[in-house]
């Protein structure tokens, strides 16, 4: 009963259809991609965040504190869906909004004391995550990937690569 219980709990990997034959690797990127998000939201529920919000969390961490605008250009979403996040945030006590002061129009979006024990917390789950993900592969298959997926990412954002 238990195996039972799990397979209806994993997520189905499906075939190619048809409509995307010419185009499997773009449906496999696409799938990975979802599963992967996925992954990361079951880990990052245990912290009470959303998956998506441990990205602008990273970003407050690394570099202190960002307009407003910058996070919705970093994260490449909506602004509705951005303001929305970040009221989460601010909710949970993670973050705070204020005005620029060079720029009173502007909205600083800073990182607050509150939420520095989250960073270790994070980490671990993104050291989780990329373990479950990769498990399987050889430490060369891991570079290959890698490797591959910048090249990826590079021609999706038109860089293009110079190889």
């Not at 407003?68 to 970093?74: A, G, K, T, V």
């Not at 869906?81 to 945030?89: A, D, I, N, P």
């Amino acid at each position: 009963m238990e195996a039972t219980k799990e397979a209806e709990t994993r997520p189905a990997c499906t075939e190619l259809p048809s409509a995307a034959h010419d185009g499997p690797v773009s449906h496999a990127l696409s799938r990975a991609a979802r599963l992967h998000r996925k992954a990361a939201g079951k880990l990052l529920r245990g912290l009470g965040l959303h998956a998506g919000q441990e990205l602008v969390m990273m970003h407050l961490w690394e570099r202190g504190p960002a307009r407003q605008s910058e996070l919705i250009r970093l994260l490449d979403l909506d602004p509705s869906t951005v303001t929305k996040m970040l009221q989460r945030l601010e909710q949970a006590g993670h973050v705070r909004r204020l005005p620029d002061p060079a720029d009173r129009r502007a909205v600083l979006v800073e990182a607050t004391d509150a939420s520095a024990h989250l960073l270790t917390e994070v980490e671990k789950a993104w050291g989780v995550l990329e373990e479950n993900t990769l498990t399987g592969l050889t430490s060369a298959e891991r570079g290959q990937l890698l490797d591959l997926l910048v090249k990826v990412e590079n021609n999706l954002c038109g860089k293009g690569t110079e190889d």
